[in-house]
């Protein structure tokens, strides 16, 4: 890609995790152009000191040329013979200083200058291989082809331009590096395929057969890796491990299946601890939602909550998503101002967003969630207030104890992977420090709605909640007798097409005794918002 060509060359400026939020890298947009800039005006400017080198160069040539014509005797003339040592010496050193003075040093100091004044941020390597990453994430969820989406096509459509065969390998490259072999064959066959196509092509074959033919070893395809190996040592006879690696593949074969068509290609994605988790998870994503089981089929409908008095002036607008346990959306329960104001306020303050180490308690960066949050307090402006006291009203939950308004803006196939918003029994140092007790529900505002993807799934009930901008996911994290609910564990989705931008509030169970009271009977479950039936099981 044009712009990685660029930054790679401004390694130096990088910083990490922008590749975490949309936010950062919209940012990045000006930063190309002003590279842009400067690139054309130190082109301009090299174009003028090879002028210059031309000049000199036309001048010896002519000069030399009627030395050539007088022969031996010319430098018998002492003007001559002076002339001779000036052009080679202090003429010689006006010639060495043009080559010399190269200005990239200087144009490079003004994108600095420039990025200090802006505070645009460029990316570093960790930003190139999380982009990659993302890829790759997208990939698998969505069952996206590896060379549809390395031509921009996307679920059929087309919306970006076409990868080169070195962006491709380069995508191969990162995968490799994570010693993910599965998608590194997929991405340098790709890659492969495309140089073939390519005049002058923009990655080496060598260097793409290598890293192929060692993840067809790794995904189990030892004679192609073997063939492709011995492709490379006769393209690249120099190639320092090409001819031991063709030793290699031979002995590991032992003289056996050496002859003959070549075997199928044996490409499995690599097995993991939670694989069926995983396989739910994704379908959810990709929209593949289970029916509703016919004893909830007639019984989910919208309503609007009117149990306090300023609703029954205003009243809000209730979609009951599921039961058992209960789930809702609050429809237009914040404007497109308020949300506004919610992203400048947070932007700032957008830093990786970080997950809670079960055993230490302490918060830490996980690949697992890759997004930035900021936290904004209610005192900090009246909107934000304003939000807090509408969550109070619409949950019927007491925010004296809730935590500040999370805010988050997810990054290139941005996604949290499925988790429990309560602490279980074993974290038990998990909101020590705030003293309010465990999460006891979750409320979750969509204010953006992302183009393809991010969706909230909650992968053991097959339920999926996509962005819909302006409402408000909410569920109890719970039980009516205070337990966890395991059935709330959860998942945001990588974001395909689009931004997504989310807020949320974590209501935790101190100051909740009388606003959701235990049940008489264990088990007892809400049929709505607010419900504190003793009894009531079944809606």
């Known amino acids: 890609m044009r712009t990685v060509a660029i930054v790679c060359l401004l390694a130096a400026l990088a910083d990490a995790d922008l590749f975490t939020a949309i936010a950062d890298l919209q940012h990045m947009l000006g930063a190309e152009k002003d590279v842009t800039t400067v690139i054309d005006q130190y082109i301009a400017a090299e174009r003028a000191r090879l002028d210059d080198l031309r000049r000199y160069a036309h001048e010896y040539v002519h000069r030399n040329a009627h030395a050539e014509a007088v022969g031996p005797e010319f430098v018998t003339n002492p003007i001559n013979a002076y002339l001779l040592i000036k052009r080679l010496t ?12 190269n200005k990239a040093t200087t144009f490079l100091k003004n994108i600095t200058d420039n990025r200090v004044r802006s ?12 982009a990659a990453i993302a890829l790759l994430r997208l990939q698998d969820t969505y069952k996206l082809d590896t060379l549809d989406l390395s031509n921009g096509i996307i679920g059929g459509e087309k919306v970006s331009n076409k990868l080169s065969g070195h962006d491709t390998f380069e995508v191969g490259r990162a995968a490799y590096n994570q010693k993910d072999y599965y998608h590194c064959l997929m991405w340098m066959q790709v890659a492969l395929n495309k140089i073939e196509n390519e005049s002058p092509p923009t990655v080496e074959e060598s260097e793409i057969l290598e890293y192929l033919a060692y993840s067809l070893y790794q995904q189990g395809n030892v004679r192609r890796a073997l063939s492709l190996t011995k492709r490379l040592a006769k393209i690249a006879p120099n190639h320092p491990r090409a001819k031991g690696n063709v030793k290699w593949y031979e002995d590991m074969l032992q003289g056996k299946d050496m002859v003959g068509d070549l075997p199928p290609i044996v490409n499995k994605r690599v097995e993991f601890d939670g694989i069926v988790e995983r396989d739910a998870y994704e379908a959810l994503c990709r929209g593949e939602i289970p029916p509703v089981e016919e004893k909830w089929k007639n019984k989910l409908r919208c309503y609007l909550k009117r149990d306090k008095p300023f609703l029954k002036i205003a009243p809000i607008k209730v979609e009951i998503l599921r039961f058992d346990p209960l789930a809702v959306l609050f429809k237009n329960v914040i404007s497109d101002s308020e949300i506004e104001v919610i992203k400048e306020l947070a932007s700032p303050k957008l830093k990786r967003a ?33 939000v807090n006291r509408r969550i109070e009203d619409f949950t019927g939950l007491n925010q004296a104890t809730s935590e500040e308004l999370q805010v988050a803006n997810y990054g290139l196939g941005g996604h949290y992977d499925p988790h429990f918003d309560f602490a279980r029994k074993e974290e038990k140092n998990a909101f020590k420090t705030l003293n309010t007790g465990n999460r006891i529900a979750t409320v979750l505002f969509y204010m953006s709605q992302p183009e393809r ?34 059935r709330t564990r959860h998942a945001a989705c990588p974001v395909l097409l689009g931004v997504k931008w989310v807020s949320n509030k974590w209501i935790h169970e101190r100051g909740q005794e009388f606003t959701r009271p235990c049940g008489l009977e264990e088990g007892v479950q809400e049929n709505f918002i607010g419900d504190l039936s003793p009894y009531a099981n079944d809606p």
Do not use: C
């Not at 202090?90 to 003075?101: G, T």
């Not at 997950?355 to 302490?362: A, F, I, L, R, W």
């Open 90 to 101: 202090s003429e010689w050193k006006k010639v060495e200083n043009i080559m010399l003075n």
């Open 119 to 130: 505070e645009v941020k460029f990316p570093g390597e960790e930003d190139l291989s999380g």
């Open 354 to 386: 970080t997950v809670q180490n079960s055993k230490t308690g302490e918060l830490e960066h996980a690949t697992y969630r890759i997004s930035k949050s900021a936290w904004l307090k209610g005192d900090l402006d009246p909107v934000i207030d304003r």
């Open 453 to 486: 993807g991010g969706a909230t799934v909650f992968n053991h009930l097959g339920t999926a909640v996509f962005p819909s901008k302006n409402d408000a996911l909410f569920w109890y994290n719970l039980r009516r007798d205070g337990e966890g609910d395991l």
